[in-house]
């Protein structure tokens, strides 16, 4: 099993449309977690942190149920250029003083005029 | 304000041919790290140094070798590629002396390496 579960898609949508991405995770000493962007032959960017408590980034909401494991994206109003794939990341502690970030495969997100 | 830094950008190799990939930061990361993406597989972390004078195995690191030369350089070293090793690969860093858990991974723009 994958240390860190997503679809891979592609999400077709219309712009102006909602979409959500899932993302789950399997161990449970996973610390913190992320959503980065990545576009077609580029690196991955920061799109946001993902908080106990939920948090929202204008029209990006991350959503995290750590009983459960899982981690959420939701998208509102979708844009064009929002087009890209969006990548689920979780990092562990590595004693004795660093951090392993490991990465879902992706989800590819196609906006469509 | 360059954050990390990769050389070079593409490399096209032949099997048995040995090269290094360089990175360098200019953030004061304490740790860094050496990943590479191919279709299907998502990023998978070859090298990690935590701090300099200090480097680690990742998931994949058979076949690589790093350096960690000074806080700011991380580098890749092929000694003899193989067409498994063709792929992107990306150095990334983090962590300031007063990070927190929560410090992201920022990228560098990707080396596209061919071995034929």
């Known amino acids: 099993r994958k240390e860190v579960e997503q679809d891979p898609g592609p999400f077709n949508v219309p712009e102006g449309a909602t979409v959500a991405f899932n993302c789950t995770y399997s161990?449970?000493?996973?610390?913190?977690f992320f959503w980065y962007r990545q576009d077609c032959r580029k690196e991955p960017k920061l799109l946001m942190s993902?908080?106990?408590s939920g948090n929202e980034d204008g029209r990006f909401t991350a959503q995290l149920n750590r009983a459960s494991q899982y981690i959420s994206l939701l998208i509102r109003d979708s844009k064009l250029s929002d087009s890209a794939t969006y990548l689920c990341?979780?990092?562990?502690?590595?004693?004795?003083?660093?951090?392993?970030?490991?990465f879902g495969t992706g989800t590819r997100l196609k906006v469509l005029a | 304000n360059a954050g990390v830094t990769q050389t070079p950008k593409f490399q096209v190799l032949k099997t048995g041919q040995s090269m290094t990939l360089q990175c360098a930061q200019d953030?004061?990361?304490?740790?860094m790290y050496w990943y590479r993406q191919d279709p299907g597989m998502g990023l998978r972390l070859i090298y990690y140094?935590?701090?300099?004078?200090?480097?680690d195995k990742g998931e994949v690191p058979n076949g690589y070798n790093v350096s960690r030369l000074n806080k700011r350089e991380f580098s890749l070293r092929l000694e003899s590629a193989a067409p498994s090793q063709t792929s992107v690969y990306f150095c990334?860093?983090?962590?300031?002396?007063?990070?927190?858990?929560?410090?992201?991974?920022?990228f560098g723009n990707g080396t596209r390496l061919t071995v034929t």
């Open positions: 953030m004061n990361h304490n740790s």
């Open positions: 161990n449970s000493a996973s610390q913190s």
């Open positions: 140094s935590a701090s300099e004078g200090t480097t």
């Open positions: 990341v979780v990092n562990m502690y590595i004693p004795p003083g660093t951090y392993k970030y490991i």
């Open positions: 993902v908080y106990s």
């Open positions: 990334a860093s983090r962590g300031t002396p007063q990070a927190s858990n929560n410090s992201p991974l920022h």
